[in-house]
Structures are given as structure tokens and as C-alpha cells.
């Protein structure tokens, strides 16, 4: 009886869909399963151009391969995705608040200044901790704003050296993880796991850098990439999946955001593994930020002290910039959260709940909102316990763009999205949240713009661009310079593929020459001055400043165990620059976006091989 009730409502279902129907004979029982998953959530739209059995089969058989994908890769399954894409679809067209009920104010964070006491001593807690933090990279994303053909990851963080983002993530892991056993009081010797989460769009081209780089350095042990699935498109607000134009056996497909990183890290099963090695920090990453390491330390540092399960990085941020806000909601209930407020949303949200100006500056000159830089560091224990009950899965929100104002129609499809960011917003009240803030020439510079939209941006805000990522860095190490009692000559303006910048010498060393301001400190004494058209790269370790007067360009490598004194006057006719048009494609790429490249006219490169004591006479 039961079982011919069953039979007659499948066929019921199957009976929607007619084409579909007739080719039920070349199905496996598990494509079956999936075909009424299907049908149950109204899809039946996605046969309607079936052919008869025998024409096509290995499409249709290709396309429940797809299916199969799509609905593992979710937590919930397809049904799940159609369902709830159903209700933000709904909300969307209702023009629906998502804050509805929630009044933002201004949250107060850590704020830290680089170089003081408090700075310091956080440093240091923060290398003590490192030994039991794992770091996870978001990189799946094709980086749409930037236009680069290649992965955001291989483009250089500066061009004195060369050095590529990940390469510079990975030294400064690695250089982290040599520092923490240091002062680690047990002689464990454990490797910080790394995590690259990639996708098909940048999945192959990650692992080949790695690999063609011998992970440059690390143990390809120690390093883990997952990758994310994209999500089916939407054609409607009833949630009917999009089938590619080109290809009706086939759904189209976006990118979901970078907040899958949860589910698959908990999918994973690496959060176990982690939590049996004794580890308690995770720490997330964006693509393309040079600065990031200047600001991992210290701010470890203050999860550790402040015990947050949750501490979000964050720098003053200038009304209307491309980053979300952090945010204090507090609900009419009383609830109340700390939470970014994505870029897009700051404004309305605000407007709408009365502050009539929106997102804009406040006396300080910038927005009263810290500016989110989507650097998280989370408590592994509570993060693990959390994802236990979601299973990783992240609030969504959708953003259909519409054809006109009856909201009945979208442009072109859209899908579903999610943002690391949001974590915390599932989180329990009791759950420990904070964010720390930082100077920004210190802790961020991202290179998301190309050249072109970065030279519209508004004067006075952050141009995001190759451009400006590649002299923050220099900006940022003779600042640290000067700190530390170097005469860092002041910058000269400049105009670069139409973006201002200032220009300061071109100062870089390892990660491994000093991680922490107290590092530095012990690597510079005496009197020394560089020259703003200096450049100084420093490869090796154990390099001393002593002394030094540099005007013109020094190139200084050493191995470890030799130890370098850098002294003396250096005057040389050193490295300029030449400015590039971003346009002039007989200039490769990842040159071209940054506006101008070196002449490397004359340098002193030094090159120390042997043990022992050197100096630059040597
Ligand atoms: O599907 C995706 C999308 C993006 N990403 C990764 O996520 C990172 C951020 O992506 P984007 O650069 O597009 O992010 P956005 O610039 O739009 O905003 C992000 O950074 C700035 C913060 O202030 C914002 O709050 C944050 O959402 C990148 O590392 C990117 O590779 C994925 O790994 N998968
Ligand atoms: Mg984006």
C-alpha cells in the first residue's frame, strides 16, 4: 500500500515534467533521486528542452553530474539553496531592511600605535602564540575590479624585489613560526598549518606557483588548498535555476563568496586535527595585502590577552571607501551585535535609521565606522563548536540587479552569496567579539582597482590599486625605519597611471630580517640616513644597519650564518624610476598596472656565501 502511494506521487511529479519522463530509462536510482529534488522544488523548467532518449544522452547524464555537484557541495543540499533563495528573493523584492529592527552606533574597539609600549609587548604575545595558530588565505576569488589575467596571488607585492604575495605570505608564516619556537618554553618544533582556499577559477594556477616554487620553502606538507564549488544562478524570484545559453544541459554558475571557507574548513576535518595538536587561533586572509603581516603580531597578540573568540582587524576608514564598516547593531529587543556592515549597505542602513548623511566623515576626517580589512582571528575551540552547530554554513543575502522597478524581472541571473565576515553573526551574546584597529600605512593596502577606476577615485581616499599597494609597502618600511631611528629622507609626490602617490625610498628585507618592532630595533644603531631615491633590499638575516649613510641603491644577501655590519657611505648613481601608461601593452601586465618600472642604472650588491663576520668593505 505504502509503497504504491509513493510510486503514484512520483509519478505525479515525473508527470510535470514529460521529457524528462521518457528519459527516465537512461538515469541511475541516484539521478533519479536528484531529478525529483528537482521537481519537488519547481524546477521542471530545466526539461522543458530535453530531447528523446538516445539524442543527447551524455549531456543529460553530464548535467546530473553537475547537479550531483551542486547539491553536495551545500550544506542542505539544492533543496536547501532553492528554499532559501526563495525567501531572500522574497524579502529583496519586499525591499526588505536586512538590519530591520537594528539601530547602528559606532562600537569601541583596541586601538593599537605602532611602535609604543603596549604595541611592543603585544608583538611579543603574539609570537607567542603563533606556534598554536593555523593561517587560511582566501584566494578563490578572480579579483573582477583589478582586470589582472593572471592570479592576484603571483602578482609582485613590490617590484625592487620582486617578490610575489604568496611567496611574502609564506616567508612571514614561516618566519612567524621560527620566532614563536624560539621563545617557546616546551622545544615542540610544529609546523603552522596553511590553508589556500581556491577555486576552478584560480585552483590550478595556485597549485602550479606552489609547486614550480618548491611552496617556497615550506613543506608542501604543511600547506592545504581547498577549493569552493560555485553556486547555481537564479532567473527569477521563484528561484528557477538558470540554464547556460549556450548549453541547455547546463547550469549556470557563480561564485558564492568568500564565506565558504567555513563550511569547507569544517568539511575538511582539519579543525579536528588541530584542536588534538594543541592549536587555538585561525587566522583568515584576503588575497592582496602587502601589509597584513605588519599587523598579525600584534593583533594576535590581543585575542590572546583580551581572550576574544573573535577579533576583526580594522583602520580608520574614509567615508564611501570600498571596505564594509564595523558596526554596532543594537536591536529594539535588545540584542546587540558588532558586525560588518558590508560597503553597500553602510549607507543605506544609516540613512535609514537617522543619520540623514549617510556614510560619511566625521570630524577625524574619516568615517566614525573602523574600516573592516576582513582579517579575522578566531578562537579555534568556540569557532569548532560553532560550526558543529551550523555545519559551517554562513548567512546569505542576494542582489539582484532588477530591469525595472515592478522587481519581477532581473538583468541577468543572480545567485546567492555569503561573507567570512559573517561568522559572528550566529554567534551566541555570550560569545567574546572585539576588533582591534590599526594604522593604516602599517596594517593595509590592498590592490583590487585597475588602473583606470583607481585614478576616479575620490580625491583624498585610498586608490586600492598596483600602484598604491607597491609604495605603501615602501612607506610603511621607512616608516618603521624612522621609528627606529633611521633618517628615512621625507617622499616626493609623484603622479602615476593618473593616482598621486607618495614616493619613499625603496626600502624591503625578509620577513625572517625582523617580523616585530623589537626585531627591527635590534638591527639598527648609530647614526644612518637613506636618500629618497635610495633603494635597499635586504635578503639575508643577521644584516646589521650601523652607521650607514645611503644615497643610490644596495642590494645586501647573506646567508644565515653570516653576519653582516651595512656601514659607511654609500653613494651611488642607484635605481630610478620611469613612469609606464597602463595602456602600453610592450610593457608585461604586472608592470604596466603599476605605472612605472625601475632602471636599475648602478647599485652596490653585496652577496655573503661564507660564515663569519662581514662588512660591506668585505
Ligand atoms: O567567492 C569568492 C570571492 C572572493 N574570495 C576572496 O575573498 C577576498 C576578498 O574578495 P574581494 O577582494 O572581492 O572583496 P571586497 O573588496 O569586495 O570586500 C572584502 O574586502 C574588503 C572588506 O572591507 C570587505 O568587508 C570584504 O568583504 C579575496 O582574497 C578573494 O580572492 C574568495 O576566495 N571566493
Ligand atoms: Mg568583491
Not at 297 to 315: E, F, I, R
Request: contains cysteine; proline residues 5%.
Amino acid at each position: 500500500m505504502a509503497s504504491s502511494t509513493v510510486d503514484s506521487s512520483v509519478s505525479d511529479l515525473f508527470s510535470s515534467a514529460p521529457a524528462l519522463q521518457s528519459n527516465l530509462e537512461i538515469l541511475s536510482p541516484d539521478q533519479i533521486e536528484l531529478a525529483k529534488i528537482l521537481l519537488e522544488n519547481g524546477q521542471s523548467h530545466l526539461f522543458l528542452h530535453w530531447s528523446e532518449p538516445g539524442v543527447c544522452d551524455n549531456e543529460k547524464l553530464g548535467f546530473f553530474d553537475q547537479i550531483a555537484r551542486l547539491n553536495s557541495s551545500y550544506p542542505g543540499g539544492l533543496a536547501a539553496y532553492i528554499k532559501t533563495a526563495k525567501e531572500l528573493l522574497a524579502d529583496s523584492k519586499l525591499g526588505k531592511n536586512p538590519y530591520d529592527g537594528f539601530s547602528p552606533s559606532v562600537p569601541s574597539g583596541e586601538n593599537l600605535t605602532f611602535g609604543d609600549e603596549n604595541f611592543i609587548e603585544m608583538e611579543k604575545r603574539g609570537v607567542v602564540e603563533a606556534r598554536k595558530a593555523a593561517f587560511v588565505l582566501v584566494a578563490g576569488g578572480l579579483g573582477e575590479r583589478l582586470g589582472y589575467n593572471g592570479i592576484k596571488v603571483a602578482l609582485p607585492r613590490e617590484t625592487t624585489t620582486g617578490t610575489c604575495f604568496l611567496q611574502h605570505y609564506i616567508e612571514s608564516i614561516l618566519a612567524l613560526q621560527e620566532a614563536s619556537h624560539k621563545v617557546a618554553s616546551d622545544g615542540n618544533q610544529t609546523d603552522i598549518p596553511f590553508i589556500i582556499m581556491t577555486s576552478d577559477d584560480t585552483h590550478s594556477r595556485t597549485q602550479d606557483l606552489l609547486e614550480l616554487n618548491s611552496y617556497f620553502g615550506m613543506k608542501s606538507t604543511q600547506v592545504h588548498l581547498l577549493k569552493q564549488e560555485k553556486v547555481a544562478c537564479l532567473d527569477d524570484n521563484d528561484a528557477r535555476l538558470a540554464l547556460d545559453s549556450n548549453n541547455k544541459y547546463k547550469i549556470q554558475t557563480k561564485p558564492h563568496g568568500h564565506g565558504d571557507v567555513h563550511s569547507l574548513l569544517y568539511s575538511s576535518g582539519l579543525l579536528d586535527k588541530w584542536l588534538d595538536a594543541g592549536l587555538k587561533w585561525v587566522l583568515f586572509f584576503q588575497d592582496t595585502n602587502g601589509l597584513l603581516f605588519n599587523a598579525i603580531p600584534a593583533s594576535l597578540g590581543v585575542s590572546a590577552t583580551k581572550q576574544y573568540h573573535v577579533n576583526s582587524l580594522a583602520v580608520p576608514r574614509k567615508a564611501k571607501e570600498a571596505i564594509g564598516g564595523i558596526t554596532k547593531l543594537t536591536h529594539a529587543d535588545g540584542r546587540a551585535m558588532v558586525i560588518n556592515v558590508e560597503y553597500n549597505q553602510l549607507d543605506p542602513l544609516l540613512r535609514a535609521s537617522g543619520f540623514p548623511d549617510g556614510d560619511v566623515n566625521c570630524e577625524t576626517g574619516y568615517s566614525p565606522f573602523p574600516g573592516n580589512i576582513n582579517q579575522l582571528i578566531l578562537e579555534l575551540g568556540s569557532y569548532k563548536e560553532e560550526l558543529q552547530k551550523t555545519g559551517g554554513a554562513i548567512k546569505e543575502f542576494v542582489n539582484p540587479k532588477y530591469k525595472d522597478s515592478t522587481k519581477t524581472s532581473f538583468k541577468s541571473s543572480t545567485r546567492l552569496e555569503c561573507m567570512m565576515q559573517d561568522y559572528p553573526k550566529t554567534l551566541p551574546p555570550t560569545a567574546r567579539v572585539g576588533f582591534t584597529v590599526m594604522d593604516i600605512w602599517l596594517a593595509y593596502a590592498p590592490v583590487k582597482n585597475n588602473p583606470e577606476d583607481a585614478a576616479k577615485v575620490p580625491k583624498g581616499n585610498p586608490y586600492h590599486s598596483a600602484t598604491s599597494g607597491e609604495m605603501a609597502i615602501y612607506r610603511a618600511n621607512s616608516r618603521i625605519l624612522q621609528k627606529a631611528g633611521v633618517k628615512v629622507e621625507e617622499p616626493v609626490k609623484q603622479v602615476l597611471n593618473g593616482q598621486e602617490v607618495e614616493v619613499w625610498s625603496r626600502i624591503t628585507w625578509k620577513p625572517k630580517w625582523g617580523m616585530i618592532f623589537s626585531d627591527i630595533k635590534t638591527k639598527v644603531s648609530g647614526n644612518c640616513d637613506i636618500s629618497q631615491k635610495s633603494t635597499m633590499a635586504i635578503t639575508g638575516r643577521n644584516v646589521f644597519i650601523d652607521n650607514l649613510s645611503l644615497d643610490g641603491a644596495l642590494i645586501v644577501d647573506s646567508i644565515d650564518d653570516a653576519e653582516v655590519k651595512l656601514g659607511g657611505s654609500i653613494k651611488n648613481n642607484g635605481w630610478t624610476m620611469e613612469t609606464v601608461d597602463y595602456k602600453d601593452t610592450s610593457v608585461p601586465e604586472e608592470i604596466r598596472i603599476r605605472g612605472f618600472r625601475f632602471n636599475k642604472v648602478e647599485q652596490l650588491e653585496k652577496k655573503f656565501t661564507q660564515p663569519g663576520k662581514f662588512s660591506l668593505e668585505d
